[in-house]
């Protein structure tokens, strides 16, 4: 079965629902397209596979431009098979993607002050649209940039939790000006025919499977409610309900958490075993949820990365996605993978140089940082290498400042 998944906006909230093809918006009619969205979606319950069609025009890169234009230091060794970025955006997340085939991905749209994310983008994939993007949760510093990456770009599928912060009862309600414009944004991929999954209307199971050529981004976890509150904290609530999702090609893979929460910082001790990443260590198989690369749940807080969460990954390398002033990664966090044998070489972070007296105070791990050096956006982007002979590396893009 063939069938084409459009969004409709109704009440401020969108919905899924199927109508005619509308044409695409004067003001974006010169948006690039996605080099490929033809994006697989295998086992959507009751609805078969689901199949984007392809833009009437679509661009191809040829291996040498691609290397050339995209892989930047790299431009002496053949282009790897997929190649993904965790732009550096200060406190936030932003994870970049581009396939061997051309397919093309965004997992979280950064923090809203400053451009990283946009820059970042920019950056890796100009001139090309995204066949994919991923909005985790609807945290300000997961969707800063979206308006301004998706003003020039389309989008071939967008999934999002179709959660509204409890506080951002109106539009102007204080706090919520990043939500609300990025919600517009969907608005706008869902008024130009792209397919716009909202988890409130169309939920969806662990396992679901979204093919770009080769490459499979698997929902593990998400939701718009989350089930069971427990003991946490209202911004606890809306980090838990974090979609998870595994990026994998040639059997290697990467997972990527969002801000999902596995030990509330409110009644927790070091087995606790709760939350999103409680769900996912029960409800998920265990071949999906390992991984070789983790993106830490919530740039490296104390109320994730669980024990057993950490166990039932079992990651080669670990990423925290941080920015100074917020006490990430947290102390106690980078032990417990220390704990679990994940050596401290390779444990990454976006945040080199965060050594602010209020970090310390609120337990940061300053083991990989300098002394009186600080932290600013866009000087530690990471990158992680899928190469055609199976292997997997990690690397910062640039050197360290501070040194």
């Known amino acids: 079965m063939r069938l084409l998944l459009c969004c409709a906006l109704s009440a401020g909230l969108f919905l899924s629902a199927c109508s005619a093809t509308k044409p695409v918006r004067p003001d974006r009619a010169g948006s690039i397209a996605p080099t490929q969205n033809v994006v697989v979606i295998r086992g959507l319950e009751g609805e078969g596979d689901v199949q984007r069609a392809p833009p009437a025009v679509v661009r191809r890169l040829e291996v040498e431009e691609r290397n050339n234009r995209y892989l930047g230091r790299l431009q002496a060794v053949e282009p790897p098979d997929l190649h993904v970025r965790v732009v550096d955006v200060g406190q936030g997340l932003c994870v970049v993607g581009l396939t061997a085939e051309g397919y093309t991905f965004l997992v979280d749209a950064g923090h809203w002050i400053?451009?990283?994310?946009?820059?970042?983008?920019?950056?890796?994939?100009p001139d090309m649209g995204l066949s994919m993007v991923v909005l985790t949760h609807s945290d300000g510093d997961h969707l800063g940039n979206l308006p301004l990456i998706l003003e020039s770009r389309e989008v071939g599928t967008l999934l999002w939790t179709g959660y509204t912060?409890?506080?951002?009862?109106?539009?102007?309600?204080?706090?919520?000006?990043?939500?609300?414009?990025?919600?517009?944004?969907i608005g706008e991929v869902a008024a130009d025919e792209s397919t716009?999954?909202?988890?409130?209307?169309?939920?969806?199971?662990?396992?679901?499977?979204f093919e770009l050529g080769e490459v499979e981004i698997t929902f593990?976890?998400?939701?718009?409610?989350?089930?069971?509150?427990?003991?946490?904290?209202?911004?606890?609530?809306?980090?838990?309900?974090?979609?998870?999702?595994?990026?994998?090609?040639?059997?290697?893979?990467?997972?990527?958490t969002g801000d999902a929460i596995g030990r509330p910082l409110r009644g927790s001790d070091d087995?606790?075993?709760t939350g999103s990443e409680g769900w996912a260590v029960e409800n998920v198989e265990e071949d999906l949820l390992s991984a070789d690369v983790l993106i830490a749940s919530h740039h490296g807080g104390n109320n994730g990365s669980a024990k057993c969460f950490i166990t039932a990954v079992a990651p080669e390398f670990v990423i925290f996605s941080a920015?100074?002033?917020?006490?990430?990664?947290?102390?106690?966090?980078?032990a417990r993978f220390l704990g679990a044998g994940t050596p401290?070489?390779?444990?990454?972070?976006?945040?080199?140089?965060?050594?602010?007296?209020s970090d310390a105070e609120e337990g940061e791990w300053a083991e990989t940082s300098v002394p009186a050096c600080g932290d600013g956006s866009k000087d530690d982007d990471i990158d992680i290498l899928f190469g055609s002979d199976g292997g997997i590396t990690t690397s910062y893009v640039g050197p360290n400042r501070c040194k």
């Open 114 to 125: 400053g451009t990283a994310c946009a820059d970042g983008v920019d950056k890796l994939l």
């Open 165 to 185: 912060p409890p506080h951002c009862t109106h539009i102007g309600a204080s706090g919520c000006t990043t939500f609300f414009n990025a919600r517009e944004a």
């Open 196 to 209: 716009v999954l909202n988890l409130k209307t169309t939920p969806l199971a662990p396992g679901q499977v």
């Open 220 to 256: 593990l976890a998400g939701w718009h409610e989350f089930p069971d509150v427990g003991q946490m904290s209202p911004s606890e609530i809306s980090n838990a309900v974090s979609i998870m999702v595994r990026i994998s090609h040639g059997g290697r893979s990467i997972l990527v």
């Open 271 to 273: 087995e606790t075993c």
């Open 323 to 334: 920015g100074g002033g917020h006490g990430h990664p947290h102390r106690e966090t980078v």
């Open 344 to 357: 401290e070489k390779h444990l990454l972070r976006t945040d080199r140089g965060s050594n602010s007296a």
